[in-house]
């Protein structure tokens, strides 16, 4: 963990739970994609900085997730560096409540603000306003989170975040968090499209073709938009279709879990019932989803 491995002349990354994307820009200047999970990821990627006698320029947040984030506030504090994300993730750097918020839907109680959830805040900037290196690309990738964004660097290395996941992380967990299933299927559809040298997703291995992985990532989605068409067969109420789905593939219940897998249940039954697959309905005071439309 936490080693600097080249990737391209000027690309390299840290291995970490979330990998950090370190661009050199010229001989002693570096840019950073991510910060880490917390403030220990920072102080390692300060001293790998300092080994290589680097100056950080910026931190480009591909999203506001605290395992992308969370070395942010160490390294700006300490080496006044510039944080540059997109409008709705920077509300996020910089009010890290709105994350357990968001995902639980009210406020969050004590177990749902650890660093799993919510980072230590910092001061981000609108990524239009950064004077990036020549170049380098940032681009949408939309699903995942609100405006999460992919960064190609003068290398012809891609950094993709969160857009896909490894298939060891898919059949542990099976659900990885989605916001919009819609923007998710477009994102996975335009990854296809890339020519690169690397693709470095932030929870897989990097990979010179990314297609496969795009595949097995696009099935796992499909295959719990069945597995809710099926659960809503007869009418169900929210708490039991989310029962369900932990017990269909095994998982283990906590609150962070509850949140996350939560979370994306609704997003799914929200993407459901717009396609006309699903209905939402009251009765006896209970919201009900039921299959309309059995097929995809
Ligand atoms: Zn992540």
């Known amino acids: 963990m936490y080693e600097l491995i080249q990737a391209a002349e000027n690309t390299f990354y840290i291995n970490s739970p979330s990998k950090i994307g370190v661009y050199r820009s010229s001989a002693e200047n570096v840019w950073l994609i991510d910060s880490g999970n917390d403030k220990d990821a920072g102080r390692k990627i300060q001293k790998i900085l300092d080994q290589q006698g680097w100056k ?15 070395g942010n506030t160490l390294l700006q504090d300490r080496l006044n560096c510039p944080i540059y994300s997109t ?4 509300a996020v750097i910089e009010n890290p409540i709105l994350e357990p918020s968001f995902l639980y839907g009210g406020y969050p109680f004590q177990k749902l603000k650890s660093k799993f959830l919510m980072a230590t805040p910092s001061k981000a900037q609108n990524i ?8 380098m690309e940032i681009f949408p990738l939309g699903g995942h989170f609100w405006q999460m964004i992919g960064v190609k660097t003068p290398d012809n290395v891609y950094f993709i975040a969160d857009s896909v996941f490894s298939e060891t992380i898919l059949s542990k967990y099976h659900i990885s968090f989605n916001y919009d299933v819609s923007a998710y299927f477009k994102t996975l559809d335009f990854l296809e499209t890339l020519e690169g040298t690397l693709f470095i ?8 073709d990314i297609r496969p992985l795009v595949e097995t990532n696009r099935a796992k989605t499909i295959e719990i938009l069945n597995e809710l068409l099926q659960i ?10 989310l029962h369900n789905i932990f017990e269909k593939f095994s998982l283990t219940m906590d609150p962070a879990q509850y949140v996350l897998v939560g979370s994306t249940i609704r997003s799914y039954l929200s993407y459901l019932c717009d ?10 005071n209970y919201l009900f989803w039921k299959t309309t439309e059995p097929s995809l």
């Open 56 to 70: 950080l320029m910026g931190i480009i947040n591909t999203h506001s997730n605290a395992d992308h984030i969370g």
């Open 275 to 284: 396609m006309g697959k699903i209905e939402a309905f009251v009765e006896n």
């Open 201 to 208: 997703p932030a929870h897989a291995e990097p990979t010179a």
């Open 232 to 241: 809503c067969a007869s009418p169900k109420f929210f708490e039991d279709i």
């Open 128 to 135: 239009s306003l950064a004077n990036l290196p020549d170049g």
């Open 87 to 90: 409008p709705m993730e920077n």
